[in-house]
């Protein structure tokens, strides 16, 4: 295996565990529960998944440049919120939009790193114009919608139960 074949599954492999306890840190936002492992993992995974997705070599600017950089801004403003600001009044509704929008930019690039690897997916959309494409985008898309409606309801329920305390 090259070192760039090493490098590649270990950026895969963090991205993968990103993804994961993003949703597990997101259905605790949902239950208003935090889950303070689970979102550090989440977001330590998810900002090494955009850093080392910068150190790949590329020529010029591509979609996937601009993914990463949206996500890192979108990272710094959660992190912001949830360790400078400590959720405190309008940073809370923030941290659960930024943390369900870092979620939703890595599950865009599986979904596109799916279609472009996966045999039976690239036979359906080989040029990512296809319908079967554009509706596993808009899929998501729709259940991240539904996701940061429910995260930052969840935030404020945890807020109210916290004021009744």
């Not at 090494?48 to 996937?64: E, M």
Request: a positive charge; aromatic letters at 12%; charged letters at 10%.
């Amino acid at each position: 295996m090259s070192g760039l074949e090493l490098f590649t599954a270990f950026h895969v492999l963090i991205s993968l565990i990103g993804i994961l306890s993003g949703f597990v840190a997101i259905a605790g936002m949902v239950r208003s529960k935090p889950l303070d492992w689970w979102t550090d993992l989440f977001l330590v995974t998810t900002v090494a998944t955009s850093v080392t997705g910068f150190l790949f070599p590329f020529n010029g600017f591509t979609p996937a440049i601009g993914t990463g950089i949206i996500s890192m801004i979108v990272l710094t403003l959660a992190l912001v919120a949830l360790r400078v600001k400590h959720l405190q009044g309008p940073w809370a509704r923030t941290y659960a939009i930024t943390a369900v929008m870092a979620q939703y930019f890595n599950f865009f690039v599986l979904i596109v790193q799916s279609f472009r690897r996966v045999p039976v997916l690239h036979v359906l959309a080989p040029t990512e114009s296809e319908p079967p494409f554009a509706i596993a985008q808009l899929v998501a898309l729709i259940a991240f919608v539904a996701l940061g409606y429910g995260a930052t309801r969840g935030f404020v329920n945890r807020k109210t139960c916290i004021a009744a305390v």
